[in-house]
């Protein structure tokens, strides 16, 4: 992880995954209502890189999906590895929960839950580096193309952001109100500050937080 700095996100896909979120079979959606926009997230959780084992990890994906299938190189170590090691090990490095890696995955290339996920789909697993405006062929967007590299930029962003938020004014602060997607927002914390700095409107982060409380809410 060399470049931090993620521009405004593209939004349509985001759209879609949001009105498919409540369509997968056997699932039950997040009540919409109980979502605050101002904290979704506590920091302990957004940094509890033990929040799942391989095995977990591993099951969870055989479960929903089948990116237990799929393998790529990994840029932190050069090895080869499957996508639980990959998610795991990114956790790992950048103390971010794993719960996050997965979602994040989800919101934004709905990967997760994909039985037959496209190679672009896979290329930008996270979103990272893509932009409103932007164009997949620049420089710094190919530097992250391939899945592997998403993963670990994925996390790895996290990390940098929790790290040095308050450093840098461009990113979102807690504690500072924001007009986004006409809502008054006003992150309650790091970690939710970190989301909307990622994904800087509100259905983006809304369906984070369905995604998440779907899979790991109470009752889920």
């Known amino acids: 992880?060399?470049?931090?700095?993620?521009?405004?996100?593209?939004?349509?896909?985001?759209?879609?995954?949001?009105?498919?979120?409540?369509?997968v079979p056997g699932q039950t959606p997040a009540v919409a209502a109980h979502f605050n926009p101002n904290y979704i997230i506590s920091d302990s959780e957004m940094r509890d890189a033990n929040a799942?084992?391989?095995?977990?990890?591993?099951?969870f994906l055989g479960q929903r999906g089948s990116l237990n299938n799929q393998f790529d190189i990994d840029p932190?170590?050069?090895?080869?590895?499957?996508?639980?090691?990959?998610?795991?090990?990114?956790?790992?490095?950048?103390?971010?929960?794993?719960?996050?890696?997965?979602?994040?995955?989800?919101?934004?290339?709905?990967?997760?839950?994909?039985?037959?996920?496209?190679a672009k789909r896979l290329e930008w697993a996270t979103g990272y580096?893509?932009?409103?405006?932007?164009?997949?062929s620049s420089d710094l967007a190919q530097k992250y193309k391939g899945f592997s590299k998403q993963i670990d930029a994925g996390a790895g962003w996290m990390d940098w952001y929790l790290t040095n938020a308050t450093?840098?004014?461009?990113?979102?602060?807690?504690?500072?109100t924001y007009a986004l997607s006409?809502?008054?927002?006003?992150?309650?914390?790091?970690?939710?500050?970190?989301?909307?700095?990622?994904?800087?409107?509100?259905?983006?982060?809304q369906l984070f937080w369905n995604i998440w409380q779907r899979w790991f809410g109470e009752g889920a």
């Open 129 to 136: 580096a893509l932009c409103d405006g932007c164009y997949k």
């Open 1 to 23: 992880m060399t470049d931090h700095k993620k521009p405004p996100r593209k939004t349509w896909l985001i759209v879609f995954l949001l009105i498919t979120a409540s369509l």
């Open 76 to 118: 932190a170590d050069g090895l080869l590895k499957g996508t639980a090691q990959l998610v795991d090990d990114a956790a790992k490095r950048y103390s971010i929960n794993p719960k996050y890696v997965l979602v994040l995955m989800q919101k934004e290339s709905g990967v997760i839950e994909s039985t037959a996920p496209t």
């Open 182 to 205: 006409g809502t008054q927002i006003t992150p309650a914390n790091l970690a939710t500050a970190g989301l909307y700095s990622y994904t800087p409107h509100l259905h983006g982060n």
């Open 52 to 59: 799942m084992s391989f095995g977990d990890i591993y099951s």
């Open 167 to 176: 450093n840098f004014s461009y990113l979102k602060q807690p504690g500072i």
